[in-house]
């Protein structure tokens, strides 16, 4: 039987992915969705996923939101883009700033995994506090960049991580 690992190396690696990605706040929280079998250990990032040829980043955004978290959003402002290279993975992500707009806050999934094989675990939201908790391994590399509100709200332009 096949890891979780080599599943998410073989499906995501070995090309470039463009993605987007949602930065949802409530109460000053930030929402994360965490993915455990990617790397071993829990990985927590932001909603969203691979950008399908032919639909727009807002469509996607909104799509990754809906069936990672339950939730409707409305796609605000691109924020920044962040590049991550390390083999077998290299995505070039772009962030945008995302409201709520429906729904209600659920444990989703990933199409792109067997219903039996999902490696979305939890979904909630985190403080500040909360964020400095989370081992740097086990979260997305913007955290390297930013773990504060304001910090995260204030990045712009372009990021290789």
């Given amino acids: 039987m096949q890891s979780p690992d080599a599943g998410f190396a073989k499906i995501l690696g070995g090309k470039v992915r463009a993605r987007v990605c949602g930065l949802c706040w409530h109460e000053s929280k930030l929402l ?36 990672e978290t339950g939730l409707e959003v409305r796609v605000g402002e691109l924020l920044f883009t962040l590049e991550y290279v390390k083999p077998p993975l290299h995505a070039v992500e772009l962030f945008f700033d995302v409201e709520m707009a429906g ?27 909360e964020l400095d908790q989370i081992p740097e391994a086990h979260c997305h590399g913007l955290f390297r960049l930013a773990k504060t509100q304001a910090k995260i709200r204030a990045l712009r332009g372009y990021h290789k991580i």
Avoid: C, M
């Fill in 32 to 67: 994360l969705v965490n993915h455990e079998g990617l790397y071993g250990h829990p990985f927590w990032a932001p909603p969203g996923g691979g950008i399908e040829f032919g639909v727009s980043a807002p469509e996607q955004l909104t799509k990754e939101f809906r069936e």
């Fill in 103 to 129: 729904g209600s806050l659920r444990l989703g999934s990933d199409p792109e995994y067997q219903p039996d094989r999902q490696v979305i675990t939890d979904v909630r939201y985190f403080s500040e506090g």
